[in-house]
């Protein structure tokens, strides 16, 4: 057959659905999650760490995340970071021991929060597309390179739009999912 590697493009799309399913995490909902400061980025020993490899980070209640830090010096920071995130967290510290109390979401910010998904979910869709239409352009440029007869060639762009489709699908039931997450109260 041809040296395009279907497989390659298919790791991509993997790849455009993990990253929306990590960035999501990151996303407030009702309740709770680790994944919300998690990735944070602290100004930690003259560089920009993740908050997770900086502390201990857990959610004892519903609506808590407590965060064990390993080096007391990191404590001004970390709590920098936090305020300054888009999130809108206030960090009460005890100790080496920051608890950060979530308040209930308003209906407008939920609504607000809900925006946010479908943006990032159409970033993705467009990130598919990309990689379909880079596909299509390697596996033109194959084709003639290597003589690949015309209906393995269409096959082959069948089996990409497939792909596409199949992924822009995940995509949508992964957001759909998030958002009502978001809008339950």
């Known amino acids: 057959m041809s040296s395009f590697d279907l497989n390659k493009v298919e790791r991509k799309m993997i790849n455009t659905l993990d990253n929306l399913s990590l960035n999501y ?3 407030r909902t009702g309740r709770a999650s680790t994944g919300l400061v998690d990735n944070l980025l602290v100004d930690a020993y003259g560089q920009n760490m993740k908050l997770k490899d900086l502390a201990t980070v857990s959610t004892p209640e519903a609506r808590t995340i407590k965060i064990n830090i390993w080096d007391l010096n990191m404590i001004g920071p970390i709590e920098k970071a936090i305020q300054s995130s888009s999130l809108g967290l ?6 080496q021991v920051i608890r950060i109390n979530l308040p209930e979401l308003t209906a407008e910010r939920r609504v607000e929060l809900a ?17 379909r239409q880079d596909a299509m352009n390697l596996l033109k440029k194959t084709s003639s390179e290597e ?11 069948e089996k990409i739009q497939q792909l596409t489709d199949r992924y822009v ?10 958002e009502d997450d978001i809008l339950k109260i």
């Open 25 to 27: 995490q990151s996303v």
């Open 90 to 95: 206030n960090p009460n510290t005890e100790g």
């Open 115 to 131: 925006k946010n998904i479908k943006s990032m979910s159409e970033e993705a869709k467009v990130s598919l597309r990309n990689i």
């Open 147 to 157: 003589n690949i007869p015309e209906d393995d060639v269409k096959a082959l762009q």
């Open 169 to 178: 699908v995940n995509i949508t039931d992964i957001s759909k999912k998030k």
